[in-house]
T-cell receptor, first 114, second 112 residues
Framework: ETGVTQTPRHLVMGMTNKKSLKCEQHLGHNAMYWYKQSAKKPLELMFVYSLEERVENNSVPSRFSPECPNSSHLFLHLHTLQPEDSALYLC?????????????FGNGTRLTVT | QKEVEQDPGPLSVPEGAIVSLNCTYSNSAFQYFMWYRQYSRKGPELLMYTYSSGNKEDGRFTAQVDKSSKYISLFIRDSQPSDSATYLCAMSAQSGNTPLVFGKGTRLSVIA
C-alpha cells in the first residue's frame, strides 16, 4: 500500500468516550502532521512531528493527545471531546518538517461528537 | 486582516471555460506558493508548487505569483467536469517558525 492511510474513515463518539485516530505513511518521509478541517475555515495545524519529535503544538486543547512511535505511524488520542470538535481530521507527511515541504495527505477521519 | 484571503465560492462554470482562482496575502515574507486540490471525501493533493514570482505551467494548469501585489492565481484552461473540487492555496516563508498557511479553499463546479 502506498501514500498516507488513515483509519477509521468515520467516527462517532460521545463526549465521555476515549478513542484514537491512526495514520500510517508509506512514503519514507521524516515528518508527520495532524490538521483539523472545519467548514468554511482554513486548515488548522494541530501537531507536527519531525524525526519522531514534536516540533509544533498550536495551543491545541489537552483533550487531543498525539503520539508518534516511529516515523511511519502517528496517532491522535481523543478524550472528553466537545461538539465543536466535530470536523475532518487530516494526517499528512512530508520529506522533512520545513514549512515549504509539500504535504501528502490522507483521506481523513470524519469525526462527529454527540 | 487575515494572513491569507481566498473567496470560498462556490464557483460554477460550463465545461470548456477558463477558470481563475485567486488568493491574496499580507505577509511579505512568503516565498513558496502551493495549490492543493481536494475532491469530495478525499484529502488535499498537491497540484502546483512555485517559488517566488512568475508563472508555472503544467498541462491545463497555470500558477501565477505576483509578489508586488501579494496576489496568486491558478488558471485552469478547457475546464472539465473532473476539475470539480475544492482548491486550496497555501504559502510559506523561506525559513523561521511560521508553518504553512492555507486559504479557506474555493469550491469549483464544472458543469457538462
Amino acid at each position: 500500500e502506498t501514500g498516507v492511510t488513515q483509519t477509521p474513515r468515520h467516527l462517532v463518539m460521545g463526549m465521555t468516550n476515549k478513542k484514537s485516530l491512526k495514520c500510517e505513511q508509506h512514503l519514507g518521509h521524516n515528518a508527520m502532521y495532524w490538521y483539523k478541517q472545519s467548514a468554511k475555515k482554513p486548515l488548522e495545524l494541530m501537531f507536527v512531528y519531525s524525526l519522531e519529535e514534536r516540533v509544533e503544538n498550536n495551543s491545541v486543547p489537552s483533550r487531543f493527545s498525539p503520539e508518534c512511535p516511529n516515523s511511519s505511524h502517528l496517532f491522535l488520542h481523543l478524550h472528553t471531546l466537545q461538539p465543536e470538535d466535530s470536523a475532518l481530521y487530516l494526517c499528512a507527511s512530508s520529506q522533512d518538517g520545513r514549512p515549504n515541504s509539500p504535504l501528502h495527505f490522507g483521506n481523513g477521519t470524519r469525526l462527529t461528537v454527540t | 486582516q487575515k494572513e491569507v484571503e481566498q473567496d470560498p465560492g462556490p464557483l460554477s462554470v460550463p465545461e470548456g471555460a477558463i477558470v481563475s482562482l485567486n488568493c491574496t496575502y499580507s505577509n511579505s515574507a512568503f516565498q513558496y506558493f502551493m495549490w492543493y486540490r481536494q475532491y469530495s471525501r478525499k484529502g488535499p493533493e498537491l497540484l502546483m508548487y512555485t517559488y517566488s514570482s512568475g508563472n508555472k505551467e503544467d498541462g491545463r494548469f497555470t500558477a501565477q505569483v505576483d509578489k508586488s501585489s501579494k496576489y496568486i492565481s491558478l488558471f485552469i484552461r478547457d475546464s472539465q467536469p473532473s476539475d470539480s473540487a475544492t482548491y486550496l492555496c497555501a504559502m510559506s516563508a523561506q525559513s523561521g517558525n511560521t508553518p504553512l498557511v492555507f486559504g479557506k479553499g474555493t469550491r469549483l463546479s464544472v458543469i457538462a
